[in-house]
């Protein structure tokens, strides 16, 4: 399964009234950290009420622990964009 | 020393503190690179923390935190956030209302010309 859906898949859990993921691998290629095969870079942009009452730490925590170590293992970047 | 106890002491002994990819005058990441030079464009003192030169300190900022990235900014002790944190507090104010409250240094002046740029 290709990482983007994957990273959707893990973030359903939200039910996002918003949710887009992006591969911007292309835009890194070369730089330390891209992976020839791509896949590397990432950006979430969510939109979910679950995240009304959480700090910014606390939303990008419920993130990163939504997508678990293994899959936040193998990307290089992801750039989290998060409103309720 | 093990990398905690540094970490420990350096959050302790610096007011602020950011764990980057690379260093101050060169960063070796994008992300880095932005959190850097916010506080740099802003006159911040802060002490830079290289975690590619320090392998044991790159796993350990990780662990203390319990946060998967870096850059990663601590200011008085306390965990801010990494790039996307950083960067939205800096346009919205709160990084110059978290440096009043925490009485750190800054030039105002570069801050409102981050964010005129950024409207």
């Known amino acids: ?84 | 020393m093990t990398a905690i106890d540094q970490i420990k002491q350096d959050i302790a002994s610096n007011d602020v503190v950011l764990y980057m990819k690379g260093t101050k005058e060169m960063p070796q990441c994008g992300f880095s690179s932005r959190v850097a030079g916010v506080l740099n464009f802003m006159g911040v003192s802060y002490k830079d923390v290289n975690v590619l030169a320090d392998a044991d300190i790159r796993q350990g900022i990780k662990d203390f935190s319990d946060w998967p990235t870096i850059p990663q900014l601590y200011v008085k002790g306390e965990f801010v956030g990494g790039c996307d944190i950083v960067t939205e507090m800096t346009l919205s104010g709160e990084l110059d209302q978290l440096f009043d409250a925490k009485g750190v240094a800054y030039n105002k002046d570069a801050a409102d010309q981050i964010r005129a740029a950024n409207a």
Request: charged fraction near 25%; proline fraction near 6%; hydrophobic fraction near 50%.
């Open chain 1, 1 to 84: 399964m290709p990482v983007v859906d994957e990273i959707r898949a893990r973030l359903a859990q939200f039910q996002p009234d918003r949710l887009e993921v992006i591969d911007e691998s292309a835009r890194h290629a070369g730089h330390a950290g891209a992976r020839p095969e791509g896949e590397s870079h990432f950006r979430v942009r969510i939109a979910a009420a679950a995240f009304a009452p959480m700090s910014r730490l606390a939303r990008h925590r419920a993130i990163h622990a939504a997508l678990g170590p293994e899959l936040l293992a193998r990307i290089h970047a992801l750039a989290l964009e998060i409103e309720d």
